[in-house]
């Protein structure tokens, strides 16, 4: 990739975007592990098109970037595997700083807990949300709580009203009111 060509590694990815050999595999990788971020997307696309148990292995590192782009990537890529583990760290988002990828976690949980195998994962999120979360991810363990008719955790949305966030406790009365 040595070259004076601007935005080499975007042009990088582009170009490995379409190939599946190990030296493509590689060469997207280092642009993965780079710092230039619209390459990373291209190039994590790609990974995630052409190599998806790689993407899976990628994905807890890109939850953790700071680019939107690279986190929502993350959270589609973990979201087609339907294992345990993979919701386990998908639902880590349920309280990003990002309201559009706070609600997409919230669907793909409302969606898993529809499998009985899932569903324990789904309440354990929901249980770590409403005694260790932050207001963002309280807030929509509320609203999937209630979304799965959960009437069961009326005692937790009680003990919320007294949340210092005035968000939750206002999303806790409207729980115990659905």
Not at 13 to 19: D, N, T
Not at 138 to 164: F, G, M, N, S
Request: net charge negative; proline share 5%.
């Amino acid at each position: 990739m040595a070259s004076d060509v601007p935005h080499r590694q975007l042009l990088t990815a582009e170009l490995m975007s379409s190939h599946t050999s190990s030296a493509a595999q590689a060469l997207l990788q280092s642009i993965v592990d780079s710092d230039h971020d619209p390459a990373r997307n291209v190039a994590y696309a790609a990974i995630a098109q052409n190599y998806p148990q790689l993407a899976r292995e990628l994905a807890p590192t890109m939850l953790q970037q700071a680019d939107n782009n690279l986190r929502s990537r993350a959270i589609e890529e973990l979201d087609r595997h339907g294992d345990s583990e993979s919701l386990r760290i998908q639902a880590q988002a349920i309280s990003d700083r990002n309201y559009e990828l706070r609600v997409t976690v919230r669907k793909h949980l409302e969606r898993k807990a529809e499998i009985p195998e899932l569903l324990t994962v789904v309440n354990a999120v929901i249980d770590q949300q409403f005694t260790e979360g932050i207001p963002r991810g309280i807030e929509q363990a509320l609203q999937l709580a209630v979304a799965l008719e959960h009437r069961e955790r009326c005692p937790q949305y009680v003990k919320l009203l007294e949340h210092p966030s005035p968000e939750v406790a206002l999303l806790a009365a409207w729980a115990l009111q659905e």
